[in-house]
């Protein structure tokens, strides 16, 4: 079965830090790798999603993701936070062949503060 | 905006009471999917559903714990005989018919609380 870390559970960052958010996951096989993002009070929303192709996935708001088959890592990153970015982030993924549930990492709550 | 929808937003119940839970799925979408997140952790997959099909519940506990999603009308979560340990945020999601591994989205989810 497949499992995702998140090692960094909090984060607190000044505006216009850069952002590097880590994830890891263990899975021999093909996967498919998600960035969720939950602002306080709202929904858990997708920010950007790596099927195949590029490694280098551009999301929304000016996120980013590279996936790192050797590292079996998908790190989210962002070269300037800004205020509106304190939300919690959630990274995901699912198996080819093994349904369409998702296995979510625990977490990590930014804060950015002005 | 005909996005996810959950309710109750809240739910309060006593040990021993039966707790539903209703999602309806966004427009267009035929999948649905049940996760539960437990304080200071991720959410995790209970049970993936399409129209009047269970298609994988490896992640529903064996017992008290059903789900349906039937032809006409939402897909509920019940819970019978709620205990302190089921309290948690139940989140729904959806996701369009045709090829897997469609982006998941999610409902603002239920705040359950078990007095």
């Known amino acids: 079965a497949q499992s995702v870390s998140q090692h960094n559970h909090h984060v607190i960052l000044s505006e216009a830090a850069s952002l590097e958010l880590g994830c890891n996951y263990s899975?021999?096989?093909?996967?498919?790798l998600f960035w969720y993002v939950q602002y306080p009070g709202q929904h858990l929303q997708l920010l950007l999603k790596y099927f195949s192709g590029d490694p280098l996935v551009k999301g929304i708001k000016g996120f980013e993701a590279e996936f790192i088959k050797s590292k079996f890592s998908f790190n989210l990153r962002k070269p300037s936070v800004q205020w509106s970015d304190t939300a919690e982030y959630f990274c995901a993924v699912n198996a080819e062949g093994g349904g369409n549930k998702l296995t979510f990492g625990t977490g990590t709550q930014l804060k950015v503060e002005l | 905006n005909a996005g996810v929808m959950q309710n109750p937003r809240h739910l309060v119940r006593r040990r021993g009471q039966e707790a539903r839970l209703r999602c309806s799925p966004m427009?267009?979408?035929?999948?649905v999917y049940w996760y539960r997140q437990l304080p200071e952790e991720g959410l995790k997959f209970m049970v993936y559903?399409?129209?009047?099909?269970?298609?994988?519940e490896s992640g529903m506990p064996k017992e008290r714990f059903s789900a349906e999603f039937p032809k006409e009308g939402p897909s509920i979560l019940r819970i019978q005989q709620v205990v302190r340990g089921d309290s948690a945020a139940y989140f729904c999601?959806?996701?369009?018919?045709?090829?897997?591994?469609?982006?998941?989205?999610f409902g603002d989810g239920t705040r359950l609380s078990i007095l």
């Open positions: 427009k267009g979408h035929s999948h």
């Open positions: 559903l399409q129209k009047e099909n269970i298609i994988d």
């Open positions: 899975y021999g096989g093909t996967v498919n």
């Open positions: 999601a959806s996701s369009p018919p045709g090829r897997e591994h469609q982006p998941q989205h």
